[in-house]
Each structure stands twice: as C-alpha cells, then as structure tokens.
C-alpha cells in the first residue's frame, strides 16, 4: 500500500459486521448526479408501465392511501459508507404489484431529473423494496429524495432511486444511469459487486 | 489560456509536510515537499489525499497558493467546521507528516506574466488562496502589468496574509489592494460591514472598457453574486474566470 | 463564463433547481481527468449533444458528491461525462459530448510537404 497519513482517520467507524470494503457512518451524507428536483405534489404521479403497455398510475394522494409499511433496515454505499438501523416508512413494491399482470423479468426505475436504474424484477418483490416516503419519523426531505424515492436496502444505495416516477417492466434488461457509466449491473455489496466486472 | 505545454499523465505523489504555518485562528498553510515537483502556473491546484491506517481515504482540492518561481507547494487550508479533511490539515498535521497530491492541475484559472492587460482579482474568503499565487508569481517575475485586488472577508481577523498584502502594496508596483467586510470592519471604516456591491468594485476595480482580466474565486454564492455585478458592469463574461469552492468542502 | 441559466430538460412538472446547490465548478473534474489525459483539460473546449452549448470544462456543473463524478451542461444540465475512480481503474463515460476540443502543440498539416 502506498503513503499512510499519521493521525488521520476519517469521518467512520470501520465496523466487522459489514459487507466487504464499508465502513460505518452516523451520519447520512447526501450523494447526488444532478440537482435537487422541486415536485409539485399536486402534479406528482407513480407510473408502473408493463411490457405490454398496460399503465398503472398513483397520484400522490393514492399513493398514500395505500397501505404502508414501517421498516427498519441496513444501508451500504457503493461509496463505502454504511448506515445501520435506518428507519422508513413506505409501501411494498408487493402492494403495488399485487394488481400487475407481467411476464417480465426486468425493471427499469426512472426518477425526476432524468436518473435511472436497473434491477431484475424478483429484487422487487417478497418484502425487498418500497416506495418510501418517510425517513427516520418525517416526511422524506428533498436532498434524500423526497417526496418518495425507492427503497431497496439488499443492493448498493444508488439502485434505492431518489425521486422515483416509475417503473418499467421489460423482459430485457437495460442498464441504467450507474450501469452504464462502470458500476456493476447487479450490485450486491455483500458479493462486492462494485464496478462492471467484478 | 496557459501554454498547451504537454504534461505527463498525473499520478498520486507522495508529499511530505516541512512546515506548518498559522494565518488566522482558522487557516493555516502547509509548505509541502514533493520529490520531483514540477513547478505550477499561478492559480492551479492540487488534488491532496489522506490514508487512514485501515485503508480508507479521502481527498479534497487545495489552490496553489506559493508563487510559480519559487520551488515550494504551499497550500493555505481554511478549517471547515465539521469538515473531515480540514480539521485534520490545520488542527493536527504536523512537520514529517505524509500526504499524497497528484497536480498541478488546471490551465483555465492560471495567469503568466506573458499576459499584458491590466488584472482584477475578486477573492471572497479563502479564496484568496490562488489569487495569492498570481500576486507573488508577479513580483517573481518583476511583471509591471497592472493588478487590483478586491478582498472580501468576515472580519479583520479572518484577513489571510495580512501582513505580507500591506507589504506588497507598499513594495510591489502596481499593485492595489482594497479590503471589503461583510461581519465588522474596523474602527473608523468608511464603507458597513455588508456583501460586496456594485459601487465599491466601480471604485477599486477597473473599468469595463479596459478589458482586464478578471479572476473571481470563493464560495459559490459569492462568485455567482460576483460575476453577476460585473457582467453588470459591463465586463466581457469570457474574461471573467471564475473558480467556486463548493458548498460543503470539508 | 455562460451567463447562468436555470431552465432545464427535465419533467415539465419539476420547477427550476435549487439555486446554486450542490454542484461546483469544472476545474473540480481536472485533477482525475488529468490521470487520463496528458494535457490539461480545463481548457479543453466541449460541444453538448442536447443543447448544441460550446464551452470550456472549467465551466460545466460538476456534480462531485455522488458515486462518480457527473458533468452536466451550464445550459441544459444533460450529462456531458462521469467518471468513476476504482482502486485500479477508471471509467470514463464520454455520451453527452458530440466532441472535446484540445489545443495541442502546433504541427504541419498531414501530407503538406511545403514544395
């Protein structure tokens, strides 16, 4: 290894009880690609498109008559970080699934601003990802996403799309924003899977 | 712009802290000694990373703020409250310490003394640091080419290089320095303490129609503020250089 | 220096960005680009492929808090370039610029023989 800095440690904990290579943050640094976009709630919507076109869209008030989860759940940035024990509130992408005739395998999540990300479809569902808009008892803020972002805790952060508009299903898989530019298309950190071919 | 000089392709380079160097109660410069230092054009900077025993790292961007001629790297480092890397650099490093940098860096925010038009120099806070650089790199070379410099700091205590500015203004020909305020003057100041505003840089400043080059470096807010008054002001917006140190450094 | 402007080509129901927040200069991309390029880059001239906007790097929207660095337009904020610096690697994603322009020492056009 190369040149140590006597007396330096950084902001983390580095911590033995996490994926390869993280450390431990208190507290939630703010990464973003683009600026903060400002939503009027009144315009807000959710659309899930299916491989056969089929839409099926939430206002913002429909969205929070659905019911909703409390979670607890571990965080862990492609960037190194990791926070324990964060605290949300949304609903189960198995809620509004629930209703959703598919065949497909994959999803393409698309967010205000332009950001996109990919996953396959089964990361989806059984309790692995939500639509959350609360954030450690308060309405989610707009730096980390707010009003509603996707919560998906099991892959690296940046597939936990802030700003989410949408969801397509599609039976092929089509990289996102990060995917695209090097980081790995799947993500799992507890395999390390950072960048393209790890 | 800066000579199309090819450089090599930079690389991480290990830095050794010779000296350390208070300026105010919240910034200090470090003279770093970089075995195989290239030398630097006034205004550039350097990338400076940080390696903690286990491994994990940081990096954040210093100006260059010691002049060309002189075979120093000296960065001025502003503490940051809360930062990860700032507090470090002024409150423990110490001489015999090891960094890493990798520069110098940047062609666009750089003057040489080839250049002949006047110079206007708008630095907010810290970001005195590269404007510094121009400054000794013209005495360094003798340079006769005209240079006004507008610094806008909190208070008197926060002024970086104080002393060596009111030397240079009595030695250095041609150079003019005006001091602005935005917390509390001192005693007997003819202008409040308040933002920098178009009456004052149309007093210490040069007017529009003698095409200096401007050069504005701070926090974004300010550049931005900055930049919008002289373009006011009719200054040519592709002469103006703008360098703006982010909102969270750290 | 572009005058500053806050349109972009995001959803029509997004308003205008947060002025001045997040994002810091173009001279912020030259340190890691110059592990790559053998010149200096800030200089170097872009073209925007979604606007058609001409301009130095110094004066992009360097967004460097994020898991790669992302260059977007002063204009119309579309992503010119990312970078991402792995332990031994690094990726450079070039699609939002239909070309970068560098000034390189001068040389005789190819095939001129000055006869």
């Given at each position: 290894m190369g040149v140590i800095t006597r007396g330096f440690t950084g902001r983390g904990r580095r911590d033995l009880?996490?994926?390869?290579?993280q450390y431990l943050t208190e507290d939630f640094p703010v990464l973003s690609a683009g600026p903060t976009p400002r939503l009027d709630l009144e315009r807000w919507e959710f659309v899930l498109a299916s491989e056969t076109g089929q839409r099926y869209a939430w206002t913002w008030s429909e969205l929070r008559a659905l019911p909703s989860e409390r979670v607890t759940v571990d965080i862990h940035c492609v960037t190194r970080w990791s926070k324990l024990g964060t605290r949300w509130e949304g609903v189960s992408l198995d809620t509004l699934l629930a209703d959703v005739d598919t065949q497909a395998r994959f999803a393409l999540i698309r967010s205000y601003g332009g950001y996109t990300t990919n996953l396959p479809l089964a990361d989806l569902r059984d309790g692995k990802a939500w639509v959350a808009h609360r954030y450690d008892g308060r309405d989610l803020a707009p730096e980390h996403g707010g009003p509603a972002r996707l919560l998906v805790p099991h892959l690296y952060f940046w597939k936990s799309a802030k700003w989410v508009r949408g969801i397509e299903l599609r039976h092929e898989d089509s990289p996102g924003f990060w995917e695209n530019a090097g980081y790995h298309n799947y993500g799992d950190p507890w395999r390390e899977q950072r960048y393209t071919d790890d | 712009m800066a000579r199309a000089a090819v450089h090599r392709r930079l690389t991480w380079q290990p830095a050794t802290v010779a000296q350390v160097n208070d300026e105010t109660a919240t910034a200090r410069t470090l003279l770093l000694e970089v075995p195989g230092w290239p030398g630097h054009v006034a205004g550039q900077h350097v990338d400076v990373r940080l390696t903690a025993e286990d491994g994990y790292s940081t990096q954040r961007s210093y100006s260059i703020a010691s002049a060309p001629e002189v075979d120093r790297l000296e960065l001025t480092v502003q503490r940051v409250p809360d930062g990860e890397v700032s507090p470090y650099l002024c409150d423990i490093a110490r001489p015999g310490d090891q960094v890493e940098v990798r520069g110098?860096?940047?062609?666009?925010f750089t003057w040489q003394p080839e250049s002949v038009e006047p110079v206007l120099l708008v630095a907010g806070g810290s970001g005195i640091a590269p404007l510094m650089s121009m400054v000794r790199g013209r005495a360094g070379a003798n340079s006769r080419v005209p240079f006004r410099l507008v610094y806008s700091s909190r208070t008197p205590e926060d002024v970086i290089y104080a002393r060596e500015l009111s030397r240079r203004v009595r030695d250095d020909r041609g150079l003019d320095v005006a001091f602005a305020y935005t917390r509390s003057a001192p005693p007997g100041w003819p202008r409040p303490p308040g933002r920098l505003d178009a009456p004052l840089l149309t007093e210490v400043g040069w007017p529009a129609d003698f095409a200096p080059a401007v050069f504005v470096c701070g926090p974004t807010g300010f550049v931005e503020s900055t930049a919008n008054l002289l373009v006011s002001q009719g200054h040519e917006a592709q002469r103006i250089k703008t360098e703006r140190f982010g909102p969270t450094g750290g | 220096m572009t005058e500053r402007q806050t349109?972009?080509?995001?959803?029509?129901i997004s308003e205008d960005p947060i002025d001045g927040e997040g994002w810091v200069d173009g001279n912020e991309a030259a340190g890691i680009l110059q592990e790559i390029f053998t010149m200096d880059i800030t200089s170097a001239r872009g073209r925007c492929a979604g606007c058609g906007l001409v301009g130095p790097m110094a004066e992009l929207r360097v967004y460097?808090?994020?898991p790669g660095l992302v260059a977007r337009c002063p204009g119309c904020e579309n992503v010119l370039f990312t970078v991402i610096r792995a332990p031994d690697r690094v990726f450079l994603s070039v699609g939002g610029m239909t070309y970068l322009e560098m000034a390189l020492p001068e040389v005789a056009a190819p095939g001129f023989t000055g006869a």
């Open positions: 009880n996490l994926p390869p290579g | 110098p860096v940047g062609g666009y | 349109g972009s080509a995001m959803s029509d460097d808090r994020a």
